[in-house]
């Protein structure tokens, strides 16, 4: 057998080589034959801006990629000119942001980690890619792997949370999604990392602000999802913004080049972000020259959109600021990638009608984005089983998302097909059926808020709240009100909210919305309050005072059914929150596995690390989601708790569903580290398995545990184990755990 397995390996790895060795020749002969004018093309991202002119939107500046100054951009006509009208023939690489859908809009990514379902992420990115690489796109920016603590930065919504161990699993979902098993097919498409690094980091979440972290916190608790979708053979990486040890990470050779390349091994190619490289003009770094010299030195491949590269680096050439070599290197893992995708021998693989006809919207893809909506709801409180609804009397739906379409969508959805989107009340009405009267008011505007209601637009196009009008909106809602036997209040953020440049600092429903919310409360109603946003809010005013809430996010295209399916019990939802939802704004950054202080908060002492005005714990923490049914866990079981060396620990707990619905639980493993050479974390995430329980049953629940999962980044970056005792805790989320403890002897 072992012999076996040892020629196919042998097998496989020649097969490797002997394509490699093809690549190679293949990209010799073609720079042999380059100027210095076309490999600089092909470090140039662009769709027409500044020096460079327009032909037509959609297919680029034409004349600019038939003189090979371009290497990435996109269109059919864009194509043809980069194929059959350029000196060369090299073709273009297309991306675009394909974030969650590409026609086929799913839930945002945020939502989607709440289903800790790394198959069916792997799932959503396949379907994205049969999807995008029939509409011209052969790379998409994407997987968005940033680790956050901090809410109010708006890009939360396009990343999984906030803990690495399962930001990790998810980021390698996503690439194996879009890659598939060959690059070259004409239905796999190339992931890009983003963005490389620590973006998810920037102070009080203000989008594109500084960032300040030790090297230990980077190793352990931002970088494992990237390195992660690198492992899983990710084509390429994006720079972030940010600064990365008071360098911005697009000139930071360390990153770009110690660690990615030479310690991770990372072979593929880097971009920019969007005019990255300018900025750091910006960060204080030089003047355009100086700063294009600075990010190829430090391992950048190609210039998104900045034309720093293109326009400077043959001066820069010329003077001996950069090397024939550091050119020839850059443009060397443009073309590999190119390769990689296939291009140079079926360059329109990727423009394809029929493809694109037969997979956009399909219904095998309507009904798997269905499935998400559903699978991504996390039901924060459900007091005296309000929920599921039945499907009878009648149903007020009544907030200002109840009927929004386009907002369903979330951020990214730039290429979403915008005109078959299910809203809230439509869903409602299509499973509640015959049996029941739906009715809707819209209620309130989004905000009243005029700095809010403007911010993001033209100052010529300001809106203005007219009181009248919203005295009006508040009466009709409340006469519908009246009319229904159950309240559905559908409110949130629109999705212009949230994404990029879409921080806010204050993260709770808008007073406007608050208002409708007391008043529809006040009918004495009952009361399911529906959230569609995207990031975590603070709701502890409307924890204490609403039944029932149910956090669905933007859900994408088929958002209301896979709702209605959760509200009416078609689904029992089992989504687990993986962001911390703050009580006060003033907590964050908030999040499960933070350090232990010298002194923890308690009620004995006054000299604790606490707020006056508010306990430490969040509203709901990490991990946390109901579902219809309840669930028990038994004490943890353990094989043995003396363990030596690379011995295994089997870890158990029985969880039996002790309610009324089947349901399926996310049963989750933390350790804990209490003494070790630094701080550790209060716990960290390990391990988690999914069960279905049918009413009344149980199942043994195992976890393998080895000194990997024990280990860590120590002082000197080192990443092991250190012998003593820890702590494991299995439970339903990262509070409410059952806990033991083990020795662990080196
Ligand atoms: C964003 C990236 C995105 C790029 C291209 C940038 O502003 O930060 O996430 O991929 O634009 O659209």
Known sequence: MKTKLFLFFLLITGIVQAQEKEMDEFINELMSKMTLEEKLGQLNLSYGIGELKVISEDEGPIDFIKQGLIGASGGYEGQKAAVNGSRLGIPLIT???????????????????????????????????VEASAGGINWTYSPMVDISRDPRW?????????????????????????????????????????????YGAAEAGR????????????????????????????????????VIDMVPATGNKWLMTDLLRDKWGFDGFVVTDYTAINEMIHHGLGDLSTVSVKALKAGVDMDMMGQGYIGTLGKSLKEGKVSQEELDQACRRVLEAKYK???????????????????????????????????????????????PLKKEGTIAVIGPLANSKEDMLGTWAATSDTTDIISIVDGIRNVAGESSNVLHARG?????????????????????????????????????????????????????????????ANISLPQCQKKLLKLLLETGKPVVLILSNGRPLTLSWENENVDAILETWHAGVQAGNGIADVLFGNYNPAG???????????????????????????????????????SNSPLFPFGYGLSYTTFDYSDIILSKDELIGDDQLVASVTVSNT????????????????????????????????????????????FAITPEELKFYNSDLEYDWEPGAFNIYIGTNSSDVKSAQVHWKK
């Not at 203005?464 to 949130?492: C, F, H, M, N, R």
């Not at 962001?579 to 908060?601: A, D, L, S």
Request: some cysteine.
């Open 444 to 504: 309130s505007y989004f905000t009243e808020d005029h700095f809010l209601l403007n911010r993001k637009r033209p100052k010529e196009d300001q809106l203005t709240i007219d009181p009248k009008k919203s005295e009006k909106l508040l009466t009709e809602a409340l006469e519908t009100a009246q009319k229904s036997d159950v309240i559905v209040a559908v409110l949130g953020e629109p999705r212009s909210w949230s994404g990029e440049a879409s921080s806010r």
């Open 154 to 198: 708006g890009r939360v919504a396009e990343g999984a949370g906030e803990d690495p161990y399962l930001g990790s699993l998810i980021a390698k979902a996503y690439v194996r999604g879009y890659q598939g098993d060959d690059l070259s097919k004409e239905n796999t498409i190339m992931a890009c990392v983003k963005h490389f690094a620590l």
């Open 659 to 702: 309610g009324d619905y089947t349901g399926e639980e996310v049963v989750q493993l933390y350790i804990n580290d209490p003494s070790a050479s630094v701080s550790r974390s209060v716990k960290e995430l390990k391990a988690y398995k999914k069960v279905k329980l049918a009413p009344g049953e149980s199942k043994k629940v195992d």
């Open 576 to 614: 687990k929150l993986t962001m911390t939802f703050p009580r006060e704004v003033g907590q964050i950054p908030i999040y499960y596995n933070h350090k232990r202080t010298g002194r923890p908060e308690n009620d004995h002492s006054i000299f604790t690390s606490r707020y006056l005005d508010v």
């Open 341 to 387: 995708l296939g291009l140079f021998k079926k360059p329109f693989q990727y423009h394809d009608k029929d493809r694109a006809k037969k997979y956009w919207l399909c219904d095998e893809h309507q009904a798997f984005a269905r499935d998400l909506a559903a699978r991504s709801c996390v039901l924060l409180k459900n007091h005296n089983e309000l929920l």
């Open 95 to 129: 991306g675009v942001d394909v974030i969650h859908g590409y026609k086929t809009t799913f839930p945002i990514p945020l939502a989607m980690s709440c289903m800790w379902d790394v198959e069916r992420i792997e799932k959503m990115a396949r379907i994205s890619a």
């Open 207 to 242: 989008d594109y602000n500084t960032v300040d972290m030790s090297r230990i916190a980077m190793f352990q608790d931002y970088l494992p999802p990237y390195k992660a979708a690198f492992d899983e053979g990710a084509g390429s990486a994006m720079t972030s913004f940010n």
